[in-house]
């Protein structure tokens, strides 16, 4: 049974720095691109950012380009996004996913349908 558990969520204030973690069970995702989502109360969810499968390419959401930092280890299955400079419209529900289609063009998927695997989400609060 394929499962993604994400960890790392918690309530920080504006400027402070979070790190999430997602690990897999189940079996290998060391070939397919992975990438993490968040969804705000009433908002739809939306992409975040994404990482190769060798993690030698990342791509990131313009809302945190400069803050936040995909990585991956893939000797351990897992995934990490490194935030920074955290502000309050960073609020949200975040979850990791992998993808079901390459990198296309120099761009990773980034929409939900084209992610097959979801992890069941972490809650980061920022309050200001």
């Known amino acids: 049974q394929v499962q993604l558990v994400e960890s790392g969520g918690g309530l920080v204030q504006a400027g402070a720095s979070l790190r999430l973690s997602c690990v897999a069970s189940g079996r290998t995702f060391s070939a397919y691109v992975m990438g993490w989502f968040r969804q705000a109360p009433g908002k739809e969810r939306e992409f975040v950012a994404a990482?190769?499968?060798?993690?030698?390419?990342?791509y990131y959401a313009d809302s945190v380009k400069g803050r936040f930092t995909i990585s991956r280890d893939n000797a351990k299955n897992s995934m990490y996004l490194q935030m920074n400079s955290l502000k309050p419209e960073d609020t949200a529900a975040y979850y990791c996913?992998?993808?079901?289609?390459?990198?296309?063009?120099?761009?990773?998927?980034?929409?939900?349908?084209?992610?097959?695997?979801w992890g069941q989400g972490t809650q980061v609060t920022v309050s200001s």
């Open positions: 996913a992998v993808a079901s289609t390459p990198y296309r063009d120099g761009l990773p998927p980034s929409r939900n349908v084209e992610y097959t695997f």
């Open positions: 990482i190769s499968w060798d993690a030698g390419r990342t």
